[in-house]
Nanobody, 119 residues
Framework: QVQLVESGGGLVEPGGSLRLSCTASGKNLTGYTVAWYRQAPGKQRELVAGINSRGFTDVKAFVKGRFTISRDNAKNTVYLQMNSLKPEDTAVYYC?????????????WGQGTQVTVSS
């Protein structure tokens, strides 16, 4: 019923920018926290940033000052603006929706979008 689709990834040079989008179908995101995660080859998936229903954001220290998370409720979309990209930002980026925090079976992942930062 619920599907999340990420887009906006690609190949950029160090110092470049990308804007990722996560658009939902089958569920209105307005009342929920949505998060961005990333996973590099051979590494565990890690939380990058989250935004709650009020628009309050939490951006992790390793990307703070470079990444911004935002949402457009009219478009049912959450964005991740990535500036000053570094090679270590290379990963597959996923959006995540948890309808009932702490209760299994009520969370959803997108398919992921590849971000590659290389000269």
């Amino acid at each position: 019923q619920v599907q999340l689709v990420e887009s906006g990834g690609g190949l950029v040079e160090p110092g470049g920018s990308l804007r990722l989008s996560c658009t939902a179908s089958g569920k209105n995101l307005t009342g929920y926290t949505v998060a961005w995660y990333r996973q590099a080859p051979g590494k565990q998936r890690e939380l990058v940033a989250g935004i709650n229903s009020r628009g309050f954001t939490d951006v992790k220290a390793f990307v703070k000052g470079r990444f911004t998370i935002s949402r457009d409720n009219a478009k049912n979309t959450v964005y991740l603006q990535m500036n000053s990209l570094k090679p270590e930002d290379t990963a597959v980026y996923y959006c995540h929706l948890d309808l009932r925090v702490g209760v299994p079976g009520f969370d959803y992942w997108g398919q992921g979008t590849q971000v590659t930062v290389s000269s």
